[in-house]
Each structure stands twice: as C-alpha cells, then as structure tokens.
C-alpha cells in the first residue's frame, strides 16, 4: 500500500473507532469503491460506514460492484438491478439502522460513479429501542468519578466541552486534520495556551455544518488534560499490553461500568451523552444559544449568523442595550466548583489506589481459599481410596470365611 494513501491515513488512527480490516481489504481489491472512498466528499468514518455495510451486503447479491455498476448504466438492466438490491436489503429489515447504511452507501457509490438513470432507494424507519432520557449534571460528574483514571480525565474534558469520542479521540491522537487547523501539534498548541495563563483553551475542529467554514471549543483550562491520555501499561512476563489511545469501545465500556455503580444506568447511555447533558445544562442556565455553537449546531442554514465564531460572544454573551454583557459560557464555569476540583482529583485518586490494594488482598485470600480447597480435596480423595481399600479387603475376608 501507499503510504499517503487516504485508506492507509484512516488505518493510522486505528484508535478512533474499531475499524475492520477486511473492509479495508474488500476497498482496496475494488477499483470501483477504492476510487469512490478515496474520492467522496464525506468524512472517512462515514465513508468506512458505508463501505463497511456494502462488504455484507455485495456476497448477498452475488455480483461484485463493477457489475453492478455496469447493469445500472444499461437501460435495459437498471430496473431489474434496482429489484435485486431491494430484494437484497431486505434481509436487514430487523436492522434499519444497517439496511439504511446500506442504502445510503450504495446511493453514494453510484452518485459518484454518475449512474443513468441515477438510483433511488426509499430508507428504512428506523425505531429507537430505548428513550432519550434526561441526564442530570450532577449524575454525570457522579458517573465520572467512578471512572479510573485516565478515563476520569477523559469524560471531564469531555463534559466541559461537549464533546463527543470521536471528537475526542481526534484531539487525544493529534490526527492530521486538527494540526492543520491548529497550527501545528494540537497538543502543543494546548499547553500554550495553558502555560501563558489563559483561564480556557481553544481547540479549532472541523465544522459540522456545511454553511460554516470554522468550528472551535472552548473549554475550561482546568479540566484540559495534559494530552495524549494513554490506557494503563500491562508488563508481565509475557503479555505487553496497554499504553495506546483510549479507544472508543474502552470509553464505552470504562462508561457504563461507571454508571451501573452510581446506579444511573439505563439502556442507551454512553459518552456520547454528555453532550445532551452539556446542552441541556447551557439551556437551564439561560445560554442554551451558547451550548448550540459549542456543539457545532450555531448559527441559520445559510451561514449567515457568525457571531459564534466571535470568542468573547460566546463567553459574555451577547450585548445588551447599555453594553454590558447577559453572560455565556462564563455563566455555565462559574455554574460548579472547579475551584475545588483538584483536591477532588486527590481524593478520588487515594480512592482508586486504596481499591487497588483491596483486589489485590482479596485475590491473595481467593488463592489461599483455592489453595485450601485444593488440599482438602486432596485429603478427601485419600480417604477415599483408604476406604476403598479397606472395602476391598474387608470383602476378600468374607469370601475366604465362606469357602
């Protein structure tokens, strides 16, 4: 492979999101979906989505993408070929959610490729199994004390910029997109801006609507990790393990397992919910037109409001007749005791190794049980063969007293 090949850029960032090498196999070997994947105007994780769905789906089918292809351009097989996918996709009626990213990707394929007549497929409802319930903030600080560190800092940093793990994951890798937005190293541009004594920090991200041309954070300087965050080094003997960026199946799980402790748990809840909480916390506090700039949502459709690209806007708020400020993100910072918050890191870090010395006492007792338990095993088989033999012996003597 190319090393600058944008395939190979997305395999570099592994730590983002679990990525399926056969997939990328399957775009490589397709001259068809590499030129698309390569070519398409979408972001690459919604790219590899759709690629990753398409691989399921062309074995179903039983033709490859360039037949396909081929058949839709003829005017003579599209409306059959347009049955076969149908058809086809029907098998993940019970799964909207993969039927659509199916859907959508083909759409994708051969909007790029230029089909005549262009393909149009109707999408499937998809059904939410669990409801969007309301988070509290203070549940969510509650759920992220229970987390061990680093995570702890991870889903912090998170809250305080509404960010989601992606986003995250982003940042946490220094990925290309976000040195060339910044500058330079994100992570060094970070610990500029902390080190001159700002009391936030600026981190430029791709937009996420099409209608803007910037996007940025801000986030509290205190709750701003010093990056990368890495998951725990394992050194044994043999295994080597650890030392990686978080990725987000760990920021799930290390999630969840947090919330069932605090007794907050409810099916559909991860760290993509602190954004929702984050929203919702802006909206309570009277900025809720802050919060939607901070999660990337600001401005109209048509790109014509601009004043959250404005850094003081969105810290003070918009003006007020005499021009002072109504307050913004300033609000939502003084909203908490973040003056407090590194001796609550102390605390909850003499918790964790505190636990930590707990498990390890308790394994040492588990394996004195188990070692106790083996010997009385022991014991018992003995006597048992003793009375086994014993048994033996005692019905050779009554066969020898009959005879």
Not at 25 to 37: D, G, L, N, R, T
Request: proline share 5%; net charge positive; hydrophobic share 35%.
């Amino acid at each position: 492979m190319n090393p600058t090949d944008p395939v190979d850029v997305f395999l570099d960032k592994q730590a983002r999101r679990s990525i399926s090498t056969k997939t990328l196999q399957w775009i490589q070997e397709s001259q068809p979906v590499k030129q698309w994947f390569d070519g398409d105007r979408r972001g690459r994780v919604t790219r590899y989505l759709y690629a990753n769905a398409m691989r399921k789906f062309f074995p179903k089918l039983g033709r490859s993408p360039e037949q396909l292809l081929k058949e839709l351009n003829d005017a003579g097989g599209h409306r059959q070929a347009k049955l076969d996918i149908k058809a086809t996709v029907a098998n993940w009626r019970d799964r909207p959610a993969t039927a659509n990213l199916i859907i959508s990707g083909l759409r994708a394929l051969a909007r790029f490729h230029e089909v005549e007549p262009e393909l149009t497929l109707e999408r499937y409802t998809a059904r939410r199994k669990w409801k969007k319930e309301r988070v509290e903030w203070e549940d969510a600080i509650r759920v992220i004390e229970e987390c061990p560190e680093p995570y702890r800092q991870a889903f912090m940093f998170m809250l305080w910029g509404g960010l989601d793990q992606n986003t995250f994951a982003k940042i946490n890798s220094n990925a290309p997109e976000l040195r060339t937005l910044n500058g330079g190293d994100v992570h060094a541009t970070i610990q500029r801006q902390i080190k001159i004594g700002k009391a936030y920090v600026r981190i430029d991200l791709p937009p996420r609507k099409n209608s803007l041309d910037t996007y940025f954070v801000l986030v509290p300087a205190l709750y701003v990790p010093k990056f990368p965050l890495l998951s725990i080094r394992y050194q044994g003997s043999q295994v080597r393990r650890g030392g990686t960026f978080l990725p987000s199946k760990s920021l799930v799980a290390v999630w969840r397992r947090a919330a069932r402790r605090a007794k907050v748990y409810r099916p559909g809840l991860g760290p993509h919910t602190l954004r929702s909480v984050f929203r919702t916390r802006c909206g309570e506090l009277g900025v809720g037109e802050i919060g939607e700039w901070m999660l990337g949502h600001g401005g109209d459709v048509y790109g014509y409001s601009r004043e959250g690209l404005n850094e003081t806007f969105l810290i003070e708020g918009p003006q007020n007749r005499d021009g002072s400020r109504k307050g913004g993100l300033n609000i939502l910072w003084g909203s908490a005791p973040i003056i407090s918050r590194r001796a609550v890191d102390a605390e909850l870090k003499e918790r964790d190794r505190t636990i930590a010395g707990l498990q390890e006492e308790l394994d040492r007792l588990r394996a004195e049980r188990t070692d106790a338990s083996a010997a009385e095993q022991r014991h018992i088989k003995e006597l048992e063969e003793r009375m086994s033999r014993l048994e033996a012996v005692h019905t050779e003597r009554v066969r020898l007293k009959r005879e």
